[in-house]
Structure formats: structure tokens, C-alpha cells
């Protein structure tokens, strides 16, 4: 998953980006099949936390979490 997230990431062109978003997905689906998971279930859980903590679509997210139990 990370080799093909580096790709992706270092992809400069389109179509190369998709072609490994689609590599992405198909770990994803991969990984579904282990656990035994359906996609619907997997997009239920993304959901409810995207409601709860937010999504990505704004290009911003957390570098760091302090944990105020820990000071």
C-alpha cells in the first residue's frame, strides 16, 4: 500500500495518477476480501468518521495529536 500511495503521489501526470489510484483501490479491495469486509461496510465507516473528524477535501489535515492524559 505505501509503495503504490509513493507512486501515486509522485505521479506528474493524470493519467499516471489514476492508473495508481487504481492500484490503491484494488489493495483496498484486497484487503476487504481478508477481513471479510464488504465495500458498502467500508464506505459506512468513512462516512461516519468524515461526519465526526472532517474529511481531506480541503488539502488540510492533522500533523499532530497531543494527548492531554499524558502530561
Known sequence: MQEEALEFKEATVQKDAIEELADVL?????????????????????????????GFSEGIYLVEVEDENLR
Open 26 to 54: 484494488e489493495l483496498v479491495h484486497a484487503a476487504l476480501d481478508i477481513y471479510n469486509v464488504s465495500y458498502q461496510e467500508l464506505e459506512q465507516v468513512r462516512l461516519a468518521k468524515k461526519e465526526k473528524r472532517g
